[in-house]
């Protein structure tokens, strides 16, 4: 009998952390990965105030951690907080992924972007990037993510919409001369010639106002989608379908974002399938 043995390798933790954090449904997704390929981890939420933040990002990995997401309201103050920034966080601004690497340092990404593209080519698998411009509602946190995406994945034009016309003039100064910024009271308009439509705006939300914009310019080959997804199918997306446009809800790009991260933190790189939609649903 040998007289040595290797150590239990440690357990991977990983988590989100939030302010409020209560409704975040990245638990159940994470858990269903982890009983799904067998992987002996574990995935918590945590809620931490903005005074907090540095401290508890600096002794997670100490207590076995290998990474976290993040949520409102510390998307972009993890940015100063983190050794290492993908330049598509830079860019956005904002990071939802951490990865504690094992040299010490913390690594920010975003792949917000990444989860929006891969939620529209699996609800519109003939969308073509090239065929048109998008219509973009709303100019927060999330349309950077999108507008990042889109951009890389050769969309010629975005019209951007937004309630505070600065706002989307600050996409316009950040990301270049393919946004078109363009009044609130014409967002209606600018549907006409989108060949993708996309509310980046919580508009339409359970609690929030209704999205009021005109949707009679929405032609039968535009793609429709809602980042918003509660309730499931907003008013915008039912409209849409009535007019004939093919609409895809905002929960995959709930699932999609997570992939990077799990795979990162745990090894396996998870499918995003019908079970696990159903999963996040309960």
């Given at each position: 009998m040998s007289g040595t043995s290797d150590a239990p390798a440690k357990i991977p933790l990983a988590g989100v952390i939030g302010s409020p954090i209560s409704h975040s449904?990245?638990?159940?997704?994470?858990?269903?990965?982890?009983?799904?390929y067998g992987v002996r981890g574990f995935y918590v939420p945590m809620d931490v105030s903005a005074r907090d933040l540095r401290d508890v990002l600096m002794t997670l990995p100490k207590a076995g951690f290998v990474g976290v997401?993040?949520?409102?309201?510390?998307?972009?103050?993890?940015?100063d907080i983190a050794d290492l920034v993908t330049d598509r966080a830079t860019l956005i601004g904002a990071a939802n992924t951490l990865i504690f690497r094992k040299d010490g340092k913390i690594h920010a990404d975003n792949t917000d972007g990444y989860g929006f593209i891969e939620n529209l080519r699996a609800g519109a698998p003939n969308w073509q990037p090239q065929t048109g411009p998008a219509a973009l509602l709303g100019a927060g946190g999330a349309a950077r993510a999108v507008i990042a995406s889109l951009l890389?994945?050769?969309?010629?034009?975005?019209?951007?919409?937004?309630?505070?016309?600065?706002?989307?003039?600050?996409?316009?100064?950040?990301?270049?001369n393919r946004?078109?910024?363009?009044?609130?009271v014409q967002a209606g308009n600018i549907m006409e010639d989108a060949s993708l439509v996309v509310n980046t705006s919580s508009l339409g939300m359970v609690g929030k106002p209704?999205?009021?914009v005109p949707l009679d310019g929405l032609q039968k080959t535009t793609v429709v989608t809602d980042l918003v997804y509660t309730p499931l199918k907003t008013r915008f997306l039912e409209v849409a379908e009535d007019r004939g446009c093919l609409a895809v809800d905002g929960l995959?790009?709930?699932?999609?974002?997570?992939?990077?991260?799990?795979?990162?933190?745990?090894?396996?790189?998870?499918?995003?399938?019908?079970?696990?939609?159903?999963?996040?649903?309960?």
């Open positions: 449904k990245s638990p159940q997704l994470h858990r269903h990965w982890l009983n799904k997401n993040i949520t409102i309201p510390h998307k972009e103050a993890v940015l890389e994945a050769g969309v010629p034009e975005i019209m951007v919409a937004n309630r505070t016309r600065v706002r989307a003039e600050k996409l316009q100064a950040d990301f270049g946004i078109t910024v363009v009044d609130w209704d999205l009021r995959g790009m709930l699932l999609h974002q997570a992939v990077p991260g799990f795979e990162r933190w745990f090894g396996p790189r998870p499918d995003v399938d019908h079970e696990t939609r159903s999963v996040v649903l309960r």
